[in-house]
């Protein structure tokens, strides 16, 4: 595993010596990986498209296991523990796509994701869903708006908001800027380093954008194998 002299705290999450192929035997998109996520961190994951940071981010998030290596998540293998259990309380991810329901509202939409993670809230619903907005800077109003009348940026809060919904200790974005205006990007980026830094949330986000790394506290870069 990859030290960090500069940072002492215990890695949350963590590959090691991970290798990936989609098909048994076939070509390697990830070779041999190893690396510390921490606690009130946020991470970049940058390289060309293909290099594998999609694939990386599943299994991080434990939708895949690795070929070979593990991945430890409080330094035990995720392949031991209750995925599913994991996936629900623990990580909070979001998609490239948003995967929101259209026709549903804002609210209904991150009380869908509350309710599935079958973790237990001491507020009612309501009350957590206004806290989530306030913290991705939509108004409140918002509520009540269905997805499919909101902007791209708009989406992109709801869809943190969503994954916040059941307070994970990890929050993993797929390219959470991709389409996004400066300001927007910007604005978003201000949400994850408070999430990191005032939350002591481990962050972790994949981006092409230079801009978007230069304001994450750790890069790891992906550089693309060649085919085997
Ligand atoms: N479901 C899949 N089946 C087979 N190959 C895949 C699949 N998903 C991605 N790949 C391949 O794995 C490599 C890495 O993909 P990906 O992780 O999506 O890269 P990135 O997100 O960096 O663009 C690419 O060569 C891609 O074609
Ligand atoms: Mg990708």
């Known amino acids: 595993m990859t030290t960090d002299q500069t940072n002492e705290t215990t890695p949350i999450l963590a590959l090691d010596h991970v290798t990936y192929s989609y098909t048994k035997g076939g070509k390697k998109v990830v070779n041999d ?5 921490r606690p009130g961190s ?7 498209s293909g290099a594998g940071k999609t694939t990386v981010l599943s299994l991080l998030s434990g939708l895949t296991c690795p070929s070979e ?9 995720l392949a031991t523990l209750n995925r599913y259990r994991f996936r629900s309380h623990d990580i909070g991810v979001i998609f490239q796509s948003f995967n929101l329901l259209p026709s549903l509202t804002v ?19 309501r009350e957590v869903v206004a806290d989530l907005l306030r913290k991705v800077r939509l108004p409140i109003e918002y509520a009540n708006e269905r997805i499919l009348h909101l902007s791209g940026g708009e989406q992109q809060r709801v869809a943190i908001a969503r994954a916040l ?13 991709g389409n996004l205006d400066m300001a927007t990007q910007d604005d978003i980026m201000a949400i994850f380093r408070s999430l990191a830094h005032e ?3 481990c962050v972790i986000i994949v981006t092409h954008s230079p ?4 304001q994450s506290d750790d890069l790891f870069e992906l550089k693309p194998l060649r085919r085997s």
Not at 70 to 77: A, I, N, S
Not at 108 to 118: D, F, K, Q, R, V
Not at 165 to 177: G, K, Q
């Open 33 to 37: 990986l190893s690396r510390d996520f």
């Open 42 to 48: 946020l991470t970049a994951i940058t390289g060309p």
């Open 69 to 77: 290596g593990r991945v430890l998540y409080d330094g035990k293998d």
């Open 107 to 125: 609210a209904e939409n991150i009380i869908l994701s509350m309710e599935a993670s079958g973790r237990k809230f001491d507020r009612p619903k």
């Open 165 to 177: 919904s059941y307070e994970p200790r990890i929050v993993l974005a797929d390219e959470p800027t």
């Open 199 to 201: 939350e002591g949330k």
């Open 211 to 214: 801009a978007v790394a230069q």
